[in-house]
Structure formats: structure tokens, C-alpha cells
């Protein structure tokens, strides 16, 4: 289990990281979203240890991550751009690999280096940042670690290398109980990917939530009506995320129970009732929008 409490980071004048806590269940992913510049890279740089918190402290399984060996035998972090050492090759870093992981797999590695048809002996420099992504899990996956954290993992690979890493990664999580700990920008595929997501803005956690919740708990309704009501009215009773009205039309965005919902719009007797169904990519756009990181009109000249 991955537990931060309080946990602050600030470099010079930028607070990257403000009073943020959370907790990652022992085999379940965690999608952490959020804007650029939001502090997602440097508290999962915290998590894995790279950096020290200011304050506030980050454990896995009740222990430290900072500068504790033990604890970083079982963590396994990938950043958004892979560190290999110079002129190294697959077969480079799976030898200091396993001289570092007591877990090393080497019938593991060398299976998955065939099934992905690296060349082991290639130096990792002269490979496409697909390639290199590709290098980093199998390395990652080798080392059999508890827990990954993972800033981007999939970006540069194709579709079918990105469906079967994720293959891969779902069972481990299923066999051995792994932990992930997961940003991205590819809010669809975090949907399908995580148990629970949390939305990050100026280094703060802005909101968190199940997935399987989030969908039964956050609806989009499309009405018309004869005459729209007041919107004071309209909305005094419901938790509204999102209300737009075009012409007759009435668009919402409203957390809470299904039935409720329209039990209390159908008292405003409208025309047409629609219940559409919504993405990740609307709620987290919703979201930030009544954080102030709306999306406004941009016109050049």
C-alpha cells in the first residue's frame, strides 16, 4: 500500500506539491491526472524516492521510500524519459538489473525480450523512444517488484505493444498483488486501465474517486423544454458540475444518484429527457473548470 500524508515540495518560488495526501491499495491502479504543471512528475518522482519531500512523508507497505535500500528493492519507477547508461545495451542493463534486484527474473527477461524481438545486444541510444519504452518494462518486469510507478508509461508505443504491456501489467496485478501508481495524459485509456483515478491542479488533489463510482455517480443530461425554467431554481436542489442552456435546450453535468436526478428534473416537467453517457476526458475538463482551468475561446489575429 502506498500512503502520503501531507506531503510538500517547492523548488525556489514553486510550490509543485501542496499538502497532498492519498492512499494506493495493495494491487490496484491508480490513475493520477492533472494538467501540465500540476506536480503530477515530482510527487511520483517523491513516491519512488527520487526526491525528498520538504514535509509531510510518502510509505510503501508502513515503510520510507527515501535512502531505504530495502524499500527500493521492491519499487520500480519508469519516468517519462527512460535513463539508460550510455552506450548500453538490453543485455547491459539486464546484467546491472540483476545485480541491484535480489527478485531478478532472468527466464522472465529473456522471454520477454523475445516475444518483443529486441535485439539484447543493440546499444539502447540508437532506438526509437518507442523501442526504449519498450526496453524500460521489460527491465521493470524483470526485477518482479511490488509496486511500479509509472509517469507516461505508454506514450510512443504503437497500439498492439501498448495493449499487451498493459496485458502484462494487469497480471501481475492479478497473480502477485502488484501496485501501480500511473500518469497520463490519455484520459480514455485510463479509464479502461485504472481503479481509481485522482485529478491533481497547483499541486493539490482536486478529487479522487473509484471508477466504477465515478460513472454511476456523475451524469449528462440533455433536456428541452417549452419554456426553460429559472436556473435557481433548476439547480437549488441538484449538484450541478456543468449547466449550459442553447435556445430551448439545457445541458448538465450533475454528481449524484441516477434516480434522484430525475426524479427532481421531471418536476420541471420537460419535453425531452436524455441520460448520456460519460467519459473520464468530460469530468476531468469539468472538474479543473470549477477549479478556474476552463476551456475559453482563443481567438488570433
Known sequence: MILAETVNKQFDDLQAVRNLSLTVRKGSIYGLLGSNGAGKSTFLKIVAGVYKPDNG???????????????????????????????????????????????????????????????????????????????????????????????????????????????????????RGLTLIVSSHNLREMEDFCD?????????????????????????????????????????DLDVIHYEVKGSMMFLIVRGEKDDILSKVKKFQPAVVDLLPLTLEEIFIYELGGAGYEINNIIVE
Open 196 to 236: 481509481y483515478v485522482g485529478i491533481l491542479h497547483e499541486g493539490s488533489l482536486l478529487f479522487e474517486r473509484d471508477i466504477d463510482e465515478l460513472r454511476s455517480d456523475v451524469h449528462k443530461l440533455q433536456l428541452a423544454f417549452k419554456s426553460v425554467p429559472d436556473k435557481d431554481q433548476f439547480v437549488k
Open 57 to 175: 512523508e510518502v510509505t510503501i507497505n508502513g515503510m520510507p521510500v527515501y535512502e531505504s535500500p530495502d524499500t527500493k528493492q521492491t519499487v520500480l519507477f519508469i519516468s517519462d524519459y527512460p535513463y539508460f547508461f550510455n552506450l548500453a545495451s538490453l543485455n547491459d542493463m539486464a546484467k546491472f538489473y540483476s545485480g541491484v534486484y535480489e527478485r531478478w527474473n532472468e527466464k522472465r527477461y529473456n522471454q520477454l525480450a523475445k516475444h518483443f524481438r529486441m535485439n539484447p545486444k543493440k546499444r539502447l541510444n540508437r532506438l526509437s523512444k518507442g523501442m526504449q519504452r519498450q526496453a524500460a518494462f521489460i527491465l521493470t518486469l524483470s526485477a518482479m517488484p511490488d509496486v511500479m510507478i509509472l509517469d507516461e508509461p505508454f506514450d510512443g508505443l504503437d497500439p498492439v505493444i501498448r495493449q499487451q504491456m498493459k496485458n502484462l501489467i494487469m497480471q501481475d496485478v492479478a497473480d
